[in-house]
């Protein structure tokens, strides 16, 4: 019975016998590659196009790659480059790209640990580990991923403009620092209540006291602020909800992550997506440290940006890839003896 299939043709190997009595003989072969003479290579002709070039740091071998792109002027898509490691050269292509303003795709793409999203939610883990410590907090705020007094509707008091008031970061640290809060959800909210209750009462006989009204305002914009957040994050016990850290986290994430570029707003919504999908089956109680190491596990693994080659852009991959990418010009960063793929054995034969 005749085949009614067309055979795609394959790129010729040349060394390699093909064996009898299989359908691998009925292959139609296509024209030949410049690795046609890989298993004979006595016969391959041409000079090989190839460079070997060392440096001392990972840094410079990848400044020197996009060197030698400036100095052949080829544009960026005609080149791609493979990684044997992934964490070391996906971090400096990264950072060069920002600050060069190179377009760059990611084959396997980016740690979510690269956006202002993804250090949030590290920096939550350890916040809710370290029991709500005051320093862990001032550190994520200092850095500017958690923003205060978003979305809040601060009517619980008289006082005129009182959701106008901004409170600045250094203002909330001396608060914070003065009250001597140290660490634990219900610390924050008494001893802010106490505080707010405390200016409250001195008011009372000094009403036109501009500075007290207005340390009154701030009291109360901090402590709104702060029971909105504890509202939705669980309280540190030796048994944590798994399903209450995650909702609490997505509630930070909407409501207090600040974002300032695009591979931040991916990050977001990727994050969130992630909880979503797992919100309906994780309705269980663990140990607190479980808990924690299974929102590690879950969300900081998370990839983001992942992308084909695009016109216009240098691509950046793993060497696992490079047999589906095919370019002009093709780099492979990580040769040396510490990043060479494939576990080495002394060879103890005689």
């Avoid at 296509?30 to 990972?58: C, H, M, V, W």
């Avoid at 350890?126 to 978003?150: A, D, H, P, T």
């Avoid at 852009?313 to 510490?338: A, C, E, P, Q, W």
């Amino acid at each position: 019975m005749p085949e009614f299939v067309y055979k795609l043709p394959l790129t010729p190997v040349f060394g390699i016998n093909i064996p009898e009595g299989t359908s691998l003989g009925s292959i139609r072969i296509g024209e030949p590659t410049p690795l046609r003479n890989l298993y004979q290579q006595d016969e391959a002709s041409g000079e090989p196009n190839l460079n070997i070039f060392t440096a001392k740091t990972e840094e410079i071998e990848v400044k020197q790659i996009l060197a030698q792109i400036k100095m052949a002027r080829a544009s960026l898509d005609e080149s791609v480059v493979y990684f044997t490691n992934s964490d070391t050269y996906k971090t400096l292509f990264y950072h060069l790209s920002q600050k060069m303003d190179i377009p760059i795709t990611y084959g396997d793409g980016l740690p979510v640990s690269f956006s202002i999203p993804g250090q949030l939610v590290s920096g939550l883990l350890e916040w809710i580990q370290s029991n709500y410590s005051v320093q862990v907090f001032l550190e994520l705020f200092n850095e500017g991923l958690i923003e205060l007094g978003k979305n809040i509707q601060l009517v619980e008091s008289g006082f005129v403009g009182i959701d106008k008031v901004v409170v600045s970061k250094t203002k909330i640290a001396k608060v914070l620092r003065e009250l001597k809060i140290g660490w634990s959800k219900d610390r924050y909210l008494s001893l802010l209540n106490m505080e707010f209750n405390r200016l409250g009462e001195r008011f009372m006989f000094d009403n036109k006291n501009e500075f007290l009204e207005t340390r009154i305002k701030e009291i109360l914009w901090i402590r709104v602020s702060f029971s909105a957040i504890f509202e939705n994050l669980p309280t540190v016990e030796s048994t944590m909800n798994y399903k209450k850290c995650l909702t609490g986290i997505a509630y930070i994430l909407k409501n207090n992550c600040k974002t300032s570029s695009a591979l931040d707003e991916i990050a977001k919504t990727t994050l969130l997506e992630e909880i979503e999908k797992i919100l309906p089956y994780a309705d269980e109680s663990l140990s607190s440290n479980d808990v924690i190491e299974k929102v590690k596990d879950l969300l900081l693994s998370v990839r983001i940006n992942q992308s084909r080659p695009k016109p216009g852009h240098l691509h950046v991959s793993s060497y696992k890839t490079g047999i589906y990418n095919s370019r002009t010009n093709v780099f492979i960063v990580g040769m040396d003896n510490k990043k060479f793929p494939g576990n080495s054995s002394e060879d103890h034969s005689y």
